[in-house]
């Protein structure tokens, strides 16, 4: 079964360096996600893109952060200038059709532990 | 943010019994309901889905029944199996968006022999 990847599994960071995290979604998948798990707490939505654009943002999503499709594989996350409270697990998603197909849902990558020191 | 709750935390069951685990919401924006399941150390994986317009969905051992007047769903397995032990995380769309999750907070199922 076709699946999304996330490299790196484990990131550390010192505090204000960029850091990128990389999702290669599933082939045929046309919309595209990032959602974080900060230990203890809830999964939680950061951003979500389509054709090119972000289709919609959290409040999280700040100017820190960024997203792009460079290529026709790749799904990057930026994070400019990381603090300390940027550490969780970093999930990246992607489906073939928007959200409410129960034929195409959400498949989620094994998620990047983004660690800031 | 509590608009999706499960209250919760953690579920023990034996093996061949049912598991039912419950799933609150505030916001009468939600419009589509999805459930889905993680093991330590991977990320979540889709198990069923309902939208607003139905009561209740099957798929095999999972069902999930909705109470839009009591802003309520739960997630029936039956019957429980080893392999079910996991984290159940309950999710939700708002009828505005088409594809922001919202998840509660999980429930930790444990199935015994």
Same mark, same amino acid.
């Given at each position: ?6 490299? /790196? ?6 505090? $204000? ?52 499709? /460079? ?33 195409? /849902? ?12 | ?97 088409? $594809? ?14």
């Amino acid at each position: 079964e076709p699946e999304v990847t996330q490299t /790196p599994s484990h990131q550390v960071t010192q505090m $204000g360096q960029e850091v990128i995290l990389r999702c290669v979604p599933i082939s045929n998948h046309l919309y595209f996600y990032w959602y974080r798990q900060i230990l203890g707490q809830k999964v939680e939505f950061l951003v979500s893109f389509y054709n090119n654009e972000i289709s919609e943002k959290s409040e999280i999503f700040d100017d820190q952060f960024s997203v792009e499709r /460079p290529d026709g594989s790749n799904f990057t996350l930026k994070i400019r200038s990381t603090k300390l409270e940027d550490s969780a697990m970093y999930f990246c998603a992607s489906s073939e059709r928007e959200g409410r197909d129960s034929n195409q /849902p959400q498949h989620f990558g094994d998620g990047t532990r983004l660690s800031i020191l | 943010d509590q608009q999706v709750k499960q209250n919760s935390p953690s579920l023990s069951v034996q093996e061949g019994r049912i598991s039912i685990l419950n799933c609150d919401y505030t916001n009468s924006m939600f419009d589509y309901f999805l459930w889905y399941k993680k093991y330590p150390a991977e990320g979540p994986t889709f198990l069923i889905s309902i939208s607003s317009i139905k009561d209740k969905n099957e798929d095999g051992r999972f069902t999930v029944f909705l109470n839009k007047s009591a802003k309520h769903l739960s997630l029936h397995i039956v019957p429980s199996q080893p392999g079910d032990s996991a984290v159940y995380f309950c999710a939700a769309i708002r009828g505005d968006s088409w $594809g922001k999750l919202q998840f509660g907070a999980g429930t930790q199922v444990v199935v015994t022999p």
